[in-house]
């Protein structure tokens, strides 16, 4: 199975490293107010790609924090409720 993993990335990789020796025309991207930025394209790919990947982590991590703290509360309330002074003690312990 390590083999077979192997093999998958090192094909992923050459397919990577193809994309980008074919891809190396100048591109030209425009922004608003007459900004433009020329760059290869696999670069200007890779830059888009990465933004995507970094909000997709940030808003996955936002989702994260909110499911912990509500875990958090939930540990808060199954303590109290299962605390034992909580609870009377039987009447014919004295």
Not at 18 to 47: C, E, I, M, R
Not at 53 to 78: M, N
Request: aromatic share 14%; no cysteine.
């Amino acid at each position: 199975m390590r083999y077979i993993l192997w093999f998958l990335k090192f094909a992923l990789f050459i397919l990577i490293l193809s994309f980008a020796v074919k891809n190396t025309d100048t591109v030209t991207v425009h922004y608003y107010l007459g900004y433009d930025w020329q760059a290869p394209l696999v670069v200007v790919a890779l830059v888009f790609f990465s933004v995507g990947a970094l909000i997709g982590i940030l808003a996955s991590l936002i989702h994260l924090f909110r499911l912990r703290r509500e875990i958090g509360v939930l540990k808060r309330e199954l303590r109290t409720q299962a605390s034992p002074r909580d609870t009377a003690p039987p009447p014919d312990a004295v």
